[in-house]
């Protein structure tokens, strides 16, 4: 075996090297590939240096002599600083880029400048001041909602492309560079016998698609229904998705059930969506119909929004919309009036949430970090003839007609710090609905609650129309009755679905900053809509 040569440096990172290394520590390079030095000299130096004098190189027999050379005066590379990272030649900002509209964008930066905002998913609203002061006897204390997250959790959440989606954000490690191919060996082994030949009319036959018979289309084609207990990815339609929540196959984080939920019946439809800035949907709704004693039907939207400031608020609203929904079909069906039977369902969801406060935390006086759990709710109730309506919160109810020419309504009135400003005639809605304490409610279900003050109205439209019920999630976008009627499909009777998703929509457009739920109830109840749901 040859030796190997002795060399001072790496000849592919310039890593220094010790006596005896076969393989460069820092990039891997194969020390043993590397040629022997020739047995010449340069007749112009690469380093700065003198040239060696041609007198001192033996001359060959019967060569002629060699002219002397001068040297060169290269330039020198700028050093390295301290780190070993040499001097920037081109900086990111002088790189010429396109927007991903396709107009020029020369200057790119790839880094956020110092100074400038947050996204807006790592950015948190502040708890408004009224969280803070006392309640007074003569007011009940207000409490903010939708605004302060959980500590560590950001209010928004972007999927990232599925081709990139993975579960440990980091770096791809740098390659190194490849080694050199090592020597050939001096034999080769024999290469496997080929089996026997098969007749051709024993060969499988494979199937092989022609420009008659295109490839399905994996977005509209009827894919296999998985197999029990298996969830299919929703991104790529093929993976099978594992316990934590990920496509095997493309890595894709799938949607929680309560990021978007959908629902419908004969004669009610509701969807709830996360939205863009939250990273839980806090909201929860049932829809259901039953029979009247006299066997006419009636049909039931309950909509709860968890109070963010307050613990385990997706908890809150989801005991609280089940219990309330259970009362009405326990009620309604044995006589009681639809406007009892929906006050008697407030208690009832208020009961429900209250049991899910923490029993240890209740003996101590001041603790601002623990907050029971609380929420909003909203219900209506459509019969052939009735419209009933309950609330304690902020979120809303809404009458708009078949006939536009008619004029919409809002038929609830906020507990919220805005309402009460405008009710004692000390701003007027324009005023307090802009300020920033406008969103503190002054009623909720939970066991903090000053006191709970359940408000019911009864309604005999006269003409057919669509209820609207839905949380704040949506009513930022369209507050007043007639930029609500704008919103709603004109078939919305029809449709009671695609309303709601067109509603839904609306908000996410507007920029889904809270949870966004609403129900949809054509008035009055059609008859299909009887029967338990």
Known sequence: MSQMPQLAACPSCEEPLESGDRFCGACGYDLSAVPAPPDDHPTITMNGSAPRPPSAAPAAAGAAPVAPVTAVDWPVAPEADSSGTPAAVVLPADIEGRESGGSDSPGVRFDRPAGSPAPPHAQSSALPPERSQAPSPAQPPARPQGQAQEQGQPQGHVQPPAHTAGRTPGHAPTPAPAAHAAAEPDEYPLAAPLPPEIPADELPTVEVPTLDAPLADPRTADLATPAAGLKVCVACRAGQVDRDGY???????????????????????????????????????????????????AVVAIVCDGVSSATRPDEASLAASR???????????????????????????????????????????????????????????????????????????????????????????????????????????????????????????????????????SFKPDRPGVVVVCTDGLWNYAEGAEEMAEVVPPDAADRPLHSAQVLVGHALDGGGHDNVTVAVLPFPAPQQGAGSA
């Open 247 to 297: 496509c095997e196959n493309c890595g894709h984080a799938q949607p929680r059930e309560r990021d978007h939920m959908e629902q419908e019946l004969d004669a009610v439809a509701a969807v709830s969506d996360r939205g863009l800035r939250h990273h839980r949907n806090e909201d929860a709704f049932t829809v259901s119909a039953t029979a009247l004693p006299d066997g006419s039907p």
């Open 323 to 457: 219990a309330a929904n259970e009362s009405m079909l326990a009620a309604l069906p044995c006589g009681t009036h639809p406007q009892q039977a929906m006050h008697d369902a407030i208690l009832a969801a208020a009961e429900a949430v209250n049991s899910l406060a923490d029993p240890a935390t209740s003996a101590h006086d001041h603790q601002p970090h623990v907050n029971a759990p609380a929420c909003t709710l909203v219900g209506a109730v459509v019969t052939p003839t009735l419209l009933v309506v309950g609330w304690v919160g902020d979120s809303r109810v809404y009458w708009v007609p078949v006939d536009r020419s008619a004029p919409p309504a809002r038929l609830t009135e906020d507990d919220s710090w805005a309402a009460q400003m405008v009710a004692a005639g000390l701003m007027n809605e324009a005023e307090a609905y802009a300020d920033e304490r406008a969103h503190a409610i002054t009623g909720w279900l939970g066991a903090d609650a000053y006191e709970l003050e359940p408000h019911t109205a």
